[in-house]
C-alpha cells in the first residue's frame, strides 16, 4: 500500500513565524503536490514537482515555498505565516503515467493565530 | 482552465436507499479518480478509471466513465452510515489533477 505521510497532524503558529511542513512517501513516486483545502474552496494546488530540486507553482503559490531534496520527502514552508493561510494542508505523491492517480497523506491543519 | 461540476453539494439520506453523485466537466480527461474524505482526513482513493464508458464496481458502489471521457457518475446501492463523508472526483491530465469541490454525504441511520 501507498503510504503518505505528513510531519504534523495539528500545528499552532503566530503571525510571523516560518513555518515548515514535512511530506514523505515511502513508494518511490516521482510527482509530489502541495494542496490547500478550505471550505467552499475545494483543494488548490500551492506547488507540485516532477523530480528531485523540480518545482512547479501550482494555483496559489503566494507566500510560499518549497524544497524537495531527496525524492521522498517534499516540504511545503511559510516564510512568515499570515491569519489567511490557516488552511488544512494535503500532500500527495503519484507516479508518472498516462492516469494521474494521486495518494494523499492525512493533512495538516494549521491555525496561525 | 479546466474545471468539474459536481452535484449535488450536499445529500442526506437514510440507511438503504439509493444514491447518484456525477462529476461535469466541458473538458476530456485521460483519467478520472473518485476519493472519499472524512472529517479532519486526507482524501482516500476509490477508484481510477481512464476507458470512455468504463464502469468499475466496489462492492456497492459503482463508477461509471462518460463515453467522451468528460463526465463520471458514482452510484451506491443501499447506503450505510459508514459510506458518509465527502466524495470528490478529479480529472488528470498532462501530470496534474483538476478536483471538484465535492459531495457531502450523509447516511442517516
Not at chain 1, 20 to 37: A, G, K, P, S
Not at chain 2, 16 to 24: I, K, Q, S, W
Request: glycine share 10%; aromatic share 10%.
Amino acid at each position: 500500500d501507498v503510504k503518505v505521510t505528513q510531519s504534523s497532524r495539528y500545528l499552532v503558529k503566530r503571525t510571523g513565524e516560518k513555518v515548515f511542513l514535512e511530506c514523505v512517501q515511502d513508494m518511490d513516486h516521482e510527482n509530489m503536490f502541495w494542496y490547500r483545502q478550505d471550505p467552499g474552496l475545494g483543494l488548490r494546488l500551492i506547488y507540485f514537482s516532477y523530480d528531485v530540486k523540480m518545482k512547479e507553482k501550482g494555483d496559489i503559490p503566494e507566500g510560499y515555498s518549497v524544497s524537495r531534496e531527496k525524492k521522498e520527502r517534499f516540504s511545503l514552508i511559510l516564510e512568515s505565516a499570515s491569519t489567511n493561510q490557516t488552511s488544512m494542508y494535503l500532500c500527495a505523491s503519484s507516479i508518472t503515467q498516462r492516469w494521474q492517480t494521486q495518494y494523499f497523506g492525512p493533512g495538516t491543519r494549521l491555525l496561525v493565530l | 482552465t479546466q474545471l468539474l461540476e459536481q452535484s449535488p453539494q450536499f445529500l442526506s439520506i437514510q440507511e438503504g436507499e439509493n444514491l447518484t453523485v456525477y462529476c461535469n466537466s466541458s473538458s476530456v480527461f485521460s483519467s478520472l479518480q473518485w476519493y472519499r474524505q472524512e472529517p479532519g482526513e486526507g482524501p482516500v482513493l476509490l477508484v481510477t478509471v481512464v476507458t470512455g464508458g468504463e464502469v468499475k464496481k466496489l462492492k456497492r458502489l459503482t463508477f461509471q466513465f462518460g463515453d467522451a471521457r468528460k463526465d463520471s457518475s458514482l452510484h451506491i446501492t443501499a447506503a450505510q452510515p459508514g459510506d458518509t463523508g465527502l466524495y470528490l472526483c478529479a480529472g488528470g491530465n498532462a501530470g496534474k489533477s483538476t478536483f471538484g469541490d465535492g459531495t457531502t454525504l450523509t447516511v442517516k441511520p
